[in-house]
């Protein structure tokens, strides 16, 4: 059987710029500017090794707004810390908006999530 592993995730905003410059000020992602395989321009970011490219679409490109929760599809994607309030109050005067406050879980498990550019939605997950 084939071995699979993590690779990126890819973006798809009006703003590259402004994705790109949310992430490197709300959670210290690298920016790295590049040229994709088509001769487009992208960002791509470096978080602590996770690699997120953001590409242009274009403003008269017909594309869907995301649709509301809950919806089939990815819904999220998360990120682990050590200490979920005190990321939180970091984010928090950062500017960031929360969809859900930081809250237990369970036993040993707290999450929070946090709205991003263009409606992406970031888990933040403590695990004890």
Known sequence: MPTYTYDHIHLRTRDP???AKYYQEMFGAK????????????IDLDLNGLAIFIARVAADDNIPVPPADPHMGLDHFGFRVDNLDEAAADLKSKGAVFS?????????????????????????????
């Open 17 to 19: 710029e402004a994705t």
């Open 100 to 128: 859900l406050e930081p809250k237990d879980l369970r036993p040993g498990v707290r999450i929070a999530f946090v709205r991003a550019p263009d409606d992406v939605r970031i888990e933040l997950l403590q695990r004890d």
């Open 31 to 42: 920016i790295l500017e590049l040229v994709q395989s088509d001769g487009q321009n992208r």
